[in-house]
């Protein structure tokens, strides 16, 4: 069974850093796609970071320069690192797992990250 586990959401000062983790199982992790998704009250849920199984990364325009996506498939997690945070990062962010050919598609739980003073 598939389980995506995130985890290192919390309360952050504006500026502030913080790293989500993803913790996979049940998967051969290496061949996935991996992405970070957000999703704020009252909005739809949108794409914050994207990794391939090769390594490529795409960020929204919102996060370029600000955050850092990475993986590590020895450890089956992917990861977030956020810098210099802004209250509008403030959402539920969401883990996802993507293999293409399997047409597979995993989602976490979430975790709850606010950006406040």
């Known amino acids: 069974q598939v389980q995506l586990v995130e985890s290192g959401g919390g309360l952050v000062q504006p500026g502030g850093s913080l790293r989500v983790s993803c913790a996979a199982s049940?998967?051969?992790?290496?061949?996935?796609?991996l992405g970070w998704y957000r999703q704020a009250p009252g909005k739809q849920r949108e794409l914050v970071a994207t990794i391939t199984s090769g390594g490529r990364t795409n960020y929204a325009d919102s996060v370029k320069g600000r955050f850092t996506i990475s993986r590590d498939d020895a450890k089956k997690e992917v990861y977030l690192q956020m810098n210099r945070l802004k209250p509008e990062d403030t959402a539920v962010y969401y883990c996802?797992?993507?293999?293409?050919?399997?047409?597979?598609?995993?989602w976490g739980q979430g975790t709850q990250v606010t950006v406040s003073s």
């Open positions: 996802n797992a993507h293999y293409a050919l399997g047409n597979n598609d995993y």
């Open positions: 049940g998967m051969i992790f290496r061949l996935y796609a």
